[in-house]
Protein backbone atom coordinates (compact mmCIF):
# COMPACT_ATOMS: atom_id res chain seq x y z
CA UNK A 1 0.00 0.00 0.00
CA UNK A 2 1.58 3.24 -1.06
CA UNK A 3 1.64 6.41 2.06
CA UNK A 4 0.52 9.65 1.21
CA UNK A 5 4.18 11.11 -0.18
CA UNK A 6 4.96 8.21 -2.57
CA UNK A 7 1.28 8.65 -3.80
CA UNK A 8 2.77 13.02 -4.23
CA UNK A 9 5.77 11.79 -5.50
CA UNK A 10 4.21 9.89 -8.65
CA UNK A 11 1.75 12.43 -9.42
CA UNK A 12 4.56 14.87 -9.69
CA UNK A 13 6.61 13.04 -12.03
CA UNK A 14 3.91 11.80 -13.77
CA UNK A 15 2.99 15.48 -13.96
CA UNK A 16 6.43 16.95 -14.90
CA UNK A 17 6.60 14.51 -17.59
CA UNK A 18 3.14 15.31 -19.24
CA UNK A 19 4.30 19.25 -18.86
CA UNK A 20 7.36 18.50 -20.25
CA UNK A 21 5.58 16.95 -23.36
CA UNK A 22 3.02 19.77 -23.78
CA UNK A 23 6.83 22.09 -23.89
CA UNK A 24 8.13 19.55 -26.51
CA UNK A 25 4.87 19.96 -28.62
CA UNK A 26 5.73 24.06 -28.32
CA UNK A 27 9.12 23.88 -29.00
CA UNK A 28 8.22 21.83 -32.06
CA UNK A 29 6.15 24.70 -33.43
CA UNK A 30 8.14 27.32 -32.86
CA UNK A 31 6.81 29.17 -29.91
CA UNK A 32 9.33 31.59 -28.10
CA UNK A 33 10.91 30.02 -24.77
CA UNK A 34 8.32 32.19 -22.42
CA UNK A 35 5.35 30.97 -23.98
CA UNK A 36 6.81 27.45 -23.72
CA UNK A 37 7.78 27.79 -20.26
CA UNK A 38 3.47 29.47 -19.16
CA UNK A 39 1.79 26.68 -21.22
CA UNK A 40 3.67 23.71 -19.27
CA UNK A 41 4.17 25.07 -16.33
CA UNK A 42 0.01 25.78 -16.48
CA UNK A 43 -0.31 22.25 -17.51
CA UNK A 44 1.33 21.47 -14.47
CA UNK A 45 -0.49 23.08 -11.80
CA UNK A 46 -3.65 22.09 -13.55
CA UNK A 47 -2.79 18.32 -13.28
CA UNK A 48 -1.60 19.12 -9.49
CA UNK A 49 -4.05 21.34 -8.21
CA UNK A 50 -7.10 18.94 -7.82
CA UNK A 51 -5.13 16.47 -6.28
CA UNK A 52 -4.04 19.02 -3.43
CA UNK A 53 -7.49 20.53 -3.40
CA UNK A 54 -8.90 16.23 -2.20
CA UNK A 55 -5.79 15.85 -0.30
CA UNK A 56 -6.10 19.14 1.95
CA UNK A 57 -10.06 18.19 2.32
CA UNK A 58 -9.73 14.93 3.13
CA UNK A 59 -6.74 15.58 5.83
CA UNK A 60 -8.82 18.49 7.19
CA UNK A 61 -12.07 15.84 7.50
CA UNK A 62 -10.08 13.12 8.91
CA UNK A 63 -8.19 15.58 11.61
CA UNK A 64 -11.19 17.24 12.70
CA UNK A 65 -10.66 14.76 15.81
CA UNK A 66 -7.43 15.65 17.24
CA UNK A 67 -5.58 12.14 18.70
CA UNK A 68 -6.73 12.04 22.02
CA UNK A 69 -4.87 11.07 25.38
CA UNK A 70 -6.86 10.23 28.26
CA UNK A 71 -6.10 9.64 31.86
CA UNK A 72 -8.46 7.30 32.97
CA UNK A 73 -8.15 5.07 30.46
CA UNK A 74 -5.12 2.13 29.50
CA UNK A 75 -4.05 1.83 26.20
CA UNK A 76 -2.07 -1.23 24.61
CA UNK A 77 -0.81 -2.27 21.40
CA UNK A 78 -1.90 -6.39 20.40
CA UNK A 79 -1.09 -7.82 17.50
CA UNK A 80 -3.60 -10.75 15.93
CA UNK A 81 -2.34 -12.93 13.59
CA UNK A 82 -4.24 -13.72 10.34
CA UNK A 83 -2.27 -16.52 8.70
CA UNK A 84 -0.73 -14.55 6.13
CA UNK A 85 0.22 -11.51 8.27
CA UNK A 86 -0.59 -9.42 11.74
CA UNK A 87 -3.53 -6.98 12.21
CA UNK A 88 -2.53 -4.24 14.63
CA UNK A 89 -4.68 -3.53 17.45
CA UNK A 90 -5.92 -1.14 20.64
CA UNK A 91 -6.89 -2.70 23.44
CA UNK A 92 -8.97 0.15 25.30
CA UNK A 93 -10.39 0.30 28.66
CA UNK A 94 -10.85 1.71 32.01
CA UNK A 95 -8.02 2.16 34.72
CA UNK A 96 -11.32 1.50 37.18
CA UNK A 97 -11.89 -2.15 37.64
CA UNK A 98 -15.50 -1.71 39.01
CA UNK A 99 -16.43 0.04 35.90
CA UNK A 100 -15.05 -3.42 34.11
CA UNK A 101 -16.77 -5.32 35.37
CA UNK A 102 -19.87 -3.83 35.35
CA UNK A 103 -20.16 -4.25 31.84
CA UNK A 104 -18.50 -7.65 31.31
CA UNK A 105 -18.46 -6.76 27.85
CA UNK A 106 -15.23 -6.55 24.75
CA UNK A 107 -16.75 -4.16 21.70
CA UNK A 108 -15.09 -5.22 18.45
CA UNK A 109 -14.73 -1.74 16.41
CA UNK A 110 -14.37 -2.12 12.66
CA UNK A 111 -13.76 1.02 10.47
CA UNK A 112 -14.69 1.89 7.10
CA UNK A 113 -12.70 1.68 3.55
CA UNK A 114 -10.43 4.63 4.30
CA UNK A 115 -10.07 5.20 7.90
CA UNK A 116 -7.71 3.62 10.73
CA UNK A 117 -8.73 2.41 13.98
CA UNK A 118 -7.39 6.79 15.31
CA UNK A 119 -9.84 8.12 13.26
CA UNK A 120 -13.15 6.54 15.19
CA UNK A 121 -11.42 7.14 18.88
CA UNK A 122 -14.43 9.52 19.41
CA UNK A 123 -16.57 7.28 18.74
CA UNK A 124 -14.93 4.44 21.37
CA UNK A 125 -13.29 6.38 23.81
CA UNK A 126 -16.43 7.45 25.12
CA UNK A 127 -17.45 3.56 25.46
CA UNK A 128 -14.57 2.35 27.15
CA UNK A 129 -15.21 5.35 29.90
CA UNK A 130 -18.34 3.77 30.58
CA UNK A 131 -16.92 0.56 31.60
CA UNK A 132 -16.26 -1.54 27.74
CA UNK A 133 -13.16 -3.23 26.79
CA UNK A 134 -12.55 -2.03 23.01
CA UNK A 135 -10.37 -4.15 20.32
CA UNK A 136 -10.09 -1.48 17.86
CA UNK A 137 -7.75 -2.56 15.04
CA UNK A 138 -6.38 -1.71 11.66
CA UNK A 139 -7.95 -3.58 8.96
CA UNK A 140 -5.68 -4.95 6.63
CA UNK A 141 -3.67 -2.45 3.78
CA UNK A 142 -4.62 0.36 6.24
CA UNK A 143 -2.74 1.74 9.20
CA UNK A 144 -0.48 -0.16 11.55
CA UNK A 145 -1.86 -3.04 9.55
CA UNK A 146 -0.37 -2.16 6.22
CA UNK A 147 1.79 -5.05 5.45
CA UNK A 148 -0.84 -7.60 6.63
CA UNK A 149 -2.52 -7.49 2.92
CA UNK A 150 -4.22 -5.52 0.69
CA UNK A 151 -7.45 -3.10 2.09
CA UNK A 152 -9.80 -4.29 -1.17
CA UNK A 153 -9.87 -7.67 -0.02
CA UNK A 154 -13.06 -7.60 1.37
CA UNK A 155 -13.70 -11.37 2.17
CA UNK A 156 -10.23 -11.20 3.34
CA UNK A 157 -11.51 -8.58 5.60
CA UNK A 158 -14.22 -11.02 6.72
CA UNK A 159 -12.08 -13.78 7.91
CA UNK A 160 -9.57 -11.61 9.70
CA UNK A 161 -13.13 -10.49 11.79
CA UNK A 162 -13.91 -13.76 12.61
CA UNK A 163 -10.17 -14.45 13.33
CA UNK A 164 -10.22 -11.64 15.81
CA UNK A 165 -12.78 -13.42 17.52
CA UNK A 166 -11.23 -16.89 17.84
CA UNK A 167 -8.90 -14.83 19.46
CA UNK A 168 -10.91 -13.01 22.17
CA UNK A 169 -12.31 -16.26 22.88
CA UNK A 170 -8.77 -17.99 23.53
CA UNK A 171 -7.53 -15.00 25.86
CA UNK A 172 -7.76 -15.93 29.05
CA UNK A 173 -8.66 -11.96 30.06
CA UNK A 174 -10.88 -11.99 27.50
CA UNK A 175 -12.92 -15.24 27.00
CA UNK A 176 -15.66 -14.58 29.42
CA UNK A 177 -16.58 -11.54 28.60
CA UNK A 178 -20.02 -10.61 25.68
CA UNK A 179 -18.80 -10.09 23.00
CA UNK A 180 -20.44 -6.63 20.82
CA UNK A 181 -19.61 -5.36 17.21
CA UNK A 182 -19.52 -2.23 15.97
CA UNK A 183 -18.84 -1.40 12.27
CA UNK A 184 -19.21 1.09 9.63
CA UNK A 185 -19.27 1.32 5.88
CA UNK A 186 -17.01 -1.45 4.51
CA UNK A 187 -16.93 -2.54 8.32
CA UNK A 188 -20.85 -3.01 8.81
CA UNK A 189 -20.48 -5.47 6.25
CA UNK A 190 -17.83 -7.16 8.13
CA UNK A 191 -19.53 -7.17 11.24
CA UNK A 192 -22.57 -8.49 9.64
CA UNK A 193 -21.69 -11.11 7.06
CA UNK A 194 -18.57 -12.16 9.61
CA UNK A 195 -20.26 -12.28 13.10
CA UNK A 196 -24.33 -12.39 12.48
CA UNK A 197 -24.28 -16.02 12.33
CA UNK A 198 -21.82 -16.37 15.55
CA UNK A 199 -23.97 -16.88 18.85
CA UNK A 200 -20.87 -15.40 20.45
CA UNK A 201 -21.21 -12.22 19.42
CA UNK A 202 -24.18 -10.90 20.79
CA UNK A 203 -24.72 -7.82 19.31
CA UNK A 204 -24.07 -5.84 16.50
CA UNK A 205 -24.41 -1.93 15.52
CA UNK A 206 -24.29 -1.39 11.57
CA UNK A 207 -23.13 2.13 10.36
CA UNK A 208 -23.81 3.10 6.96
CA UNK A 209 -23.96 -0.75 5.86
CA UNK A 210 -25.18 -2.01 2.41
CA UNK A 211 -27.77 -4.82 1.95
CA UNK A 212 -26.77 -6.15 -1.48
CA UNK A 213 -22.87 -5.98 -2.55
CA UNK A 214 -23.20 -5.96 -6.39
CA UNK A 215 -26.13 -3.37 -6.74
CA UNK A 216 -25.43 -1.08 -4.18
CA UNK A 217 -21.72 -0.79 -4.57
CA UNK A 218 -21.33 3.12 -5.69
CA UNK A 219 -19.42 1.74 -9.09
CA UNK A 220 -21.53 4.79 -11.42
CA UNK A 221 -20.36 7.77 -8.91
CA UNK A 222 -16.98 8.67 -11.55
CA UNK A 223 -15.28 9.87 -8.34
CA UNK A 224 -15.63 6.91 -6.10
CA UNK A 225 -15.28 4.43 -9.11
CA UNK A 226 -11.96 6.04 -9.78
CA UNK A 227 -10.65 5.59 -6.17
CA UNK A 228 -12.06 2.28 -6.10
CA UNK A 229 -10.16 1.23 -9.48
CA UNK A 230 -6.65 2.75 -8.14
CA UNK A 231 -7.35 0.54 -5.28
CA UNK A 232 -8.54 -2.47 -6.73
CA UNK A 233 -11.58 -2.46 -5.48
CA UNK A 234 -13.74 -5.72 -6.69
CA UNK A 235 -16.43 -3.87 -8.57
CA UNK A 236 -18.31 -6.98 -10.14
CA UNK A 237 -17.73 -10.08 -8.22
CA UNK A 238 -18.89 -13.24 -8.99
CA UNK A 239 -22.03 -14.84 -7.47
CA UNK A 240 -20.17 -16.74 -4.78
CA UNK A 241 -18.38 -13.36 -3.70
CA UNK A 242 -21.58 -11.38 -4.00
CA UNK A 243 -23.38 -13.53 -1.63
CA UNK A 244 -20.47 -13.69 0.88
CA UNK A 245 -20.53 -9.93 0.65
CA UNK A 246 -24.01 -8.77 1.08
CA UNK A 247 -25.59 -8.92 3.94
CA UNK A 248 -29.53 -8.85 2.84
CA UNK A 249 -28.49 -12.21 1.53
CA UNK A 250 -26.92 -13.28 4.65
CA UNK A 251 -29.52 -12.94 6.76
CA UNK A 252 -32.32 -14.57 4.23
CA UNK A 253 -29.90 -17.86 4.15
CA UNK A 254 -29.87 -17.66 7.26
CA UNK A 255 -33.52 -17.09 8.24
CA UNK A 256 -35.27 -19.78 5.68
CA UNK A 257 -33.15 -22.46 8.51
CA UNK A 258 -34.54 -20.99 11.64
CA UNK A 259 -37.91 -21.06 13.16
CA UNK A 260 -39.44 -17.69 13.57
CA UNK A 261 -38.78 -17.58 17.36
CA UNK A 262 -34.89 -18.33 16.60
CA UNK A 263 -35.24 -15.35 14.16
CA UNK A 264 -36.47 -13.10 16.35
CA UNK A 265 -33.43 -13.63 18.83
CA UNK A 266 -30.70 -13.21 15.92
CA UNK A 267 -32.72 -10.73 14.42
CA UNK A 268 -32.71 -8.39 17.79
CA UNK A 269 -29.15 -7.85 18.48
CA UNK A 270 -28.46 -5.97 15.36
CA UNK A 271 -28.91 -2.16 15.15
CA UNK A 272 -28.81 -0.20 11.66
CA UNK A 273 -27.89 3.26 11.66
CA UNK A 274 -27.78 5.49 8.27
CA UNK A 275 -28.21 9.09 6.76
CA UNK A 276 -31.08 9.54 4.69
CA UNK A 277 -28.61 11.61 2.36
CA UNK A 278 -25.69 9.44 2.09
CA UNK A 279 -24.52 9.70 -1.60
CA UNK A 280 -22.02 6.59 -1.24
CA UNK A 281 -24.79 3.70 0.36
CA UNK A 282 -28.14 5.02 -0.39
CA UNK A 283 -30.55 4.87 2.42
CA UNK A 284 -32.40 2.22 0.33
CA UNK A 285 -29.89 -0.46 1.68
CA UNK A 286 -30.85 0.68 5.50
CA UNK A 287 -34.58 -0.24 4.36
CA UNK A 288 -33.80 -3.51 2.83
CA UNK A 289 -31.46 -4.80 5.68
CA UNK A 290 -34.91 -3.56 7.73
CA UNK A 291 -37.19 -5.82 5.86
CA UNK A 292 -35.19 -8.52 5.57
CA UNK A 293 -34.22 -8.60 9.76
CA UNK A 294 -37.41 -7.62 10.65
CA UNK A 295 -35.65 -4.97 13.01
CA UNK A 296 -37.81 -3.77 15.70
CA UNK A 297 -37.92 0.08 15.99
CA UNK A 298 -36.33 0.26 18.84
CA UNK A 299 -33.17 -0.73 17.31
CA UNK A 300 -33.09 1.79 14.22
CA UNK A 301 -31.58 4.92 14.27
CA UNK A 302 -32.23 7.51 10.80
CA UNK A 303 -30.44 10.51 10.63
CA UNK A 304 -31.64 13.07 7.81
CA UNK A 305 -27.85 14.52 7.66
CA UNK A 306 -24.20 13.36 7.99
CA UNK A 307 -23.67 11.42 4.31
CA UNK A 308 -22.02 8.53 4.28
CA UNK A 309 -19.67 9.64 6.87
CA UNK A 310 -21.68 10.68 9.38
CA UNK A 311 -20.53 13.72 9.65
CA UNK A 312 -21.69 16.00 12.77
CA UNK A 313 -23.65 12.95 13.91
CA UNK A 314 -20.78 11.84 16.49
CA UNK A 315 -22.60 12.48 19.72
CA UNK A 316 -25.72 11.19 18.28
CA UNK A 317 -23.82 7.35 17.29
CA UNK A 318 -22.16 7.49 20.77
CA UNK A 319 -25.70 8.08 22.29
CA UNK A 320 -27.28 5.11 20.66
CA UNK A 321 -24.34 2.97 20.83
CA UNK A 322 -24.93 3.08 24.80
CA UNK A 323 -28.46 2.66 24.77
CA UNK A 324 -28.18 -0.46 22.55
CA UNK A 325 -25.60 -1.83 24.04
CA UNK A 326 -26.18 -1.00 27.47
CA UNK A 327 -30.05 -2.47 26.94
Not at 51 to 67: G, K, L, N, T
Not at 305 to 324: D, I, P, W
Amino acid sequence: MLSNTQKRLILVVIDFLFSAFIWNVNASWGNPFLTCLILSTTTFLIVLTPFEIYWSFRDIWFDRWVPLQLQDLEISKVRISVGDGFLNADLVKPKNIEKIKSKEAIIVISHGFSDTKETLQYYYYPLALHGYVILAYDARGMGESKKAGKRSHFLKRIEDYNKILDWIKNNDNLSQKKIFSTGISIGAITVLCGGFQREDVEKIIAISSMSFYRQNIPKYNPLVLFSYFIKGVKLFPNEEENTKLSPYLVFKKLKEGLSSEDWKLFSQKVMLIHCKNDKIIKFKNFKENRTILETPEKNLLTLRKGGHSQKKNELALVGATLKFFNS
